[in-house]
């Protein structure tokens, strides 16, 4: 009897077979059968994962924090999750600051290309323009007050406010930890059946993973053409992002937690073939919180603490996009940015990735506040609009990435002394 193919393995399989399914179809003429038999299926596995998102942030982040069991315990993985996040943020973008500043794409544009580009997509830019100037009027205070939900219900509806879930669960669970264990006991009984659940409807979902991924690639439509007009900007950006992945990740892992890198990124692949046909660290969370639990050995309350607040708040692929694209816009229009204009985009892009939402193209949004900030000319965003879905795909693979490695980190830095690595 043959050997059946690892999920892992299928899932690939599906992706490939996928993109090349994209790029045949025009040639065939299967545009109309994709859009009608394949695409849906796509749109049935992302809803899914959709599906799961919400309930699984709730009941894993509420029992992964009453689990911590004190305030204390709890400062201080908070504060380690936290650090880390701003670390690797900061980190992400000065990458992205160098790797611009070497590349220098925004020369290597014609006038030509720019002008069609801008024409072709600009209803698009006005789009993201005019979301942008909605969270430019508000009172700098007012990200704030919006942190904090006055219906949890009616936030639990949109992931665009899932940060205002997180943080609803955050103050409930603290709370949790101020009342005697055996009170809440009950509750964290029924938490913990919910989450065995919730994790056993994910295994169920992923096994249609290698179809969902087939038919998300299948129905991509993007216009390959445009980027060899755009090469040098997209390989800038992909190149820092392998250097996210190939370098600097690695070196965290074997410095400061002291894991197999090999191990890791075998036991994450999943999860990131699925960030990258969703587009979306929300969607993508079963499968990352599936892959940290089992793959990695990761305890529960620590991946149920620090991945459902990573997926919100930690978002170094597109702050180091947001970098290259800022850099790349002001080299298209021949203006050197300062030190201080740099120090401005790190503190923007630091906060940008704070702010986005876990969903697919947020990050576009904020990259119009930044270009305001700085004085930059809107316009080039059309450019960035252009070839957007490739490179949003790929730098979600980075935000899930890091999350797991912010779980592994964690977790050694948590071990109690003595034990083994």
């Not at 990740?249 to 990124?265: E, M, W």
């Not at 587009?279 to 940290?292: F, K």
Request: hydrophobic content about 55%; proline content about 5%.
């Amino acid at each position: 009897m043959p050997r059946r193919l690892s999920l892992p393995l299928q899932i690939v399989l599906g992706f490939v077979a996928g993109t090349a399914w994209s790029l045949l179809q025009p040639v065939l003429g299967l545009e109309a059968f994709t859009t009608a038999w394949i695409a849906p299926l796509g749109t049935l596995f992302l809803n899914l994962l959709k599906l799961l998102a919400l309930p699984l942030v709730v009941a894993s982040l509420l029992e992964g924090v009453a689990g911590v069991g004190s305030l204390a315990r709890l400062s201080r993985l908070g504060g380690r999750t936290v650090a880390y996040y701003l670390a690797s943020t900061v980190v992400a973008i000065l990458v992205g600051i160098g790797v611009a500043s070497a590349v220098r794409p925004g020369t290597l544009a014609s006038v030509e290309q720019r002008e069609r580009l801008q024409e072709r997509y600009e209803q698009a830019l006005a789009e993201r323009r005019s979301a942008a100037e909605e969270l430019q009027q508000k009172s700098p205070l007012q990200v704030l007050v919006e942190f904090v939900p006055e219906n949890f219900l009616a936030s639990a509806q949109d992931n665009r406010r899932m940060l205002q879930v997180i943080l609803a669960t955050l103050l409930f669970g603290i709370a949790l930890t101020t009342v005697p264990a055996e009170r809440i006991a009950p509750l964290r009984q029924l938490l913990q059946a919910l989450l065995a659940g919730l994790l056993a409807l994910v295994n169920i979902v992923m096994r249609m993973a290698p179809v969902g991924v087939f038919a998300l690639m299948a129905g991509l439509r993007m216009d390959w053409s445009l980027l060899s007009a755009l090469g040098a900007y997209s390989l800038s950006v992909l190149l820092g992002l392998g250097l996210m992945v190939g370098l600097a990740y690695p070196l965290a892992l074997r410095l400061l937690a002291g894991k197999s890198v090999q191990a890791f990124y075998r036991a994450l692949f999943p999860a990131q073939v699925v960030a990258f046909s969703t587009s979306s660290s929300a969607a993508t969370l079963p499968t990352t919180l599936h892959v940290c639990r089992h793959g990695l050995g990761i305890r529960d309350d620590i991946a149920g603490f620090v991945l459902p607040l990573g997926a919100t708040v930690n978002m170094d692929g597109t702050s180091l996009y947001q970098a290259v694209a800022t850099l790349f816009i002001a080299q298209l229009y021949g203006i050197e940015l300062s030190f201080g204009a740099l120090v401005v985009l790190i503190a923007m892009a630091v906060a940008a990735s704070v702010g986005a939402a876990p969903v697919p193209g947020a990050g576009i949004v904020m990259l119009v506040l930044i270009l305001q900030s700085l004085g930059l000319p809107q316009e080039g965003l059309a450019l960035i609009v252009a070839v957007d879905r490739l490179l949003d795909m790929s730098r979600t693979v980075v935000n899930v990435t890091s999350d797991a490695v912010a779980c592994v980190l964690v977790s050694a830095w948590e071990r109690p002394r003595g034990e083994a690595a």
